[in-house]
């Protein structure tokens, strides 16, 4: 590293606040990917310390010199963090393993990793060579027993091609793919920590291509991976899996021109996408999670009928049950796993509308109710689903597709900005107009008057009673159909 850029590193207003609150009570380097980003000129985020003493000591005086929060971060590891709050980063600060500096640096996992800056004394100790690999756009394990050590490391070697100008070199790639199927020993909650990463990056494609070539997508996503080979109908020109990879590559470009495909509608779509979701995610990142997995259901749906036509039939409700299992074992939130639940089983629900066009506003109604709480997100994400398979008459049922949602669209973010309508009646006045006890009855009435509200058919009270006498409410009234 250039004496420029550890003076920048050094001069940084967070490192020298760190320093000056540590002062000369413990012996302290600055490690790991601090150092790194600051040598391929990566802005500063947090800061990674290792001290040769008692490391809650050391965080407690960082965090009263910086006026922070300081709490213990790993109890295996003996690790702690300091907060602050004002100027936006944390510190984190490592106890020395090995004992010493350079046997600390032989346990990291990469060689950019591997490197220090003391805080004393300025000087770069770089023992791996990790300056020489930034320099050279690589990323080089230290070798064989780093993986050993931490079977997630061949998943993070991943993320950081992803987040990173870094490419793994061929040494690198062939220990990488000799580890990976012990990636699914690590803890669920860790594997989804890496693979959030890289499915929120920017290049996101690359390092999903990454993953499949090296093994990793078959050892954390097995779903994904059991894609490959499953031929689909004519209507598609690509098997699943590639099907799946390409969805997702056209869900990033339609991200990037809303204003092409919704116009107007764009700005307010954009806004909801930027929504947060859960789990560190918006709404339109946890879409790129929704892409990849919204198909899984199809292997185990397979048919063939009698004429030769390929069959998924029920692969919309049997991947719902998919994702949930994927989300509950990589220790997903409840939140995020009820979201791509239910973008998976209602994906197809727009295509099947399409033939059905112009919808009547009753229709309208009951793709919004059957879709919501995603009926936004769903909607753009089949776009890409349709654009994505290219078979036999694609581009016309391209265009009918894409003008039907942007149609859908424009309800939908209405419905969700709004809420959607209500009965002009509440159930227990209804109840007492028709004679009826409360109970199934008096909610499907209401459903209906609420349907009709929608379409424009009802508005008043008067109104909605005398919808509901006429759809059978009431002891007086004809018995419902199917009853």
């Not at 939908?412 to 007492?432: K, N």
Request: proline fraction near 5%; hydrophobic fraction near 45%; aromatic fraction near 4%.
């Amino acid at each position: 590293m250039s004496d420029a850029r550890v003076e920048r590193l050094l001069g940084d207003e967070r490192v020298r606040a760190v320093g000056g609150a540590l002062g000369d009570a413990d012996i302290a380097w600055v490690v790991g990917g601090t150092v790194r980003d600051a040598l391929l000129e990566r802005p500063l985020t947090d800061i990674d310390l290792a001290v040769a003493g008692d490391p809650e000591a050391a965080a407690r005086r960082i965090a009263n010199g910086i006026g922070g929060p300081v709490f213990r971060l790993s109890e295996e590891f003996g690790a702690w963090r300091a907060l602050d709050a004002r100027r936006g980063f944390a510190c984190d600060v490592s106890p020395l393993q090995g004992g010493a500096i350079a046997a600390d640096l032989a346990r990291r996992d990469f060689t950019v990793n591997a490197m220090a800056v003391g805080l004393a004394d300025g000087e770069l100790l770089d023992l791996h060579g990790g300056a020489t690999d930034a320099a050279r756009g690589v990323l080089r394990v230290l070798g064989p027993d780093a993986y050993a050590a931490d079977p997630l490391r061949a998943l993070r070697l991943a993320r950081l091609a992803t987040e990173l100008p870094l490419d793994p070199d061929p040494e690198t790639e062939r220990l990488t793919r000799a580890a990976a199927p012990e990636v699914k020993h690590a803890s669920g909650e860790r594997v989804f920590a890496e693979l959030r990463r890289i499915v929120v990056a920017g290049e996101v494609m690359a390092g999903v291509e990454l993953c499949d070539r090296l093994g990793l997508t078959a050892a954390v996503l097995p779903e994904v991976d059991a894609l490959r080979g499953i031929e689909q109908s004519h209507f598609h020109h690509l098997d699943v899996h590639a099907h799946t990879t390409e969805v997702l590559r056209r869900y990033l470009e339609l991200d990037q021109r809303l204003e092409d495909l919704f116009g107007d509608l764009a700005r307010p779509l954009r806004s909801v996408l930027a929504e947060p979701l859960a789990d560190e995610m918006t709404r339109g990142q946890a879409l790129r999670f929704a892409a990849l997995l919204h198909d899984i259901g199809k292997p185990p749906t397979r048919a063939v009928r009698s004429d030769g036509r390929v069959t998924f039939i029920g692969h919309d409700a049997v991947g719902e049950e998919m994702v949930s299992a994927v989300c509950r074992r990589l220790r997903a939130s409840e939140r995020l796993r009820a979201f791509l639940a239910a973008i998976t089983r209602h994906h197809l629900v727009l295509g099947f509308l399409v033939h059905e066009r112009p919808l009547s506003r009753r229709q309208v109604f009951r793709y919004l109710t059957a879709t919501t709480p995603v009926e936004v997100e769903v909607t753009a994400l089949s776009c890409a689903d349709r654009l994505a398979t290219r078979g036999r008459n694609a581009g016309a049922a391209i265009d009918a597709h894409l003008d039907l949602a942007r149609d859908l669209m424009r309800h939908g973010l209405a419905w969700r900005a709004e809420g959607p309508p209500r009965s002009p009646i509440r159930g227990d006045d209804l109840a007492r107009e028709l004679a009826l006890e409360p109970g199934p009855e008096i909610g499907r009435l209401l459903a209906e008057l609420a349907e009709a509200r929608f379409a424009g058919e009802i508005e008043t009270r008067e109104e909605a009673v005398a919808l509901a006498r006429r759809a059978g409410g009431g002891r007086s009234g004809p018995e419902p159909e199917g009853r």
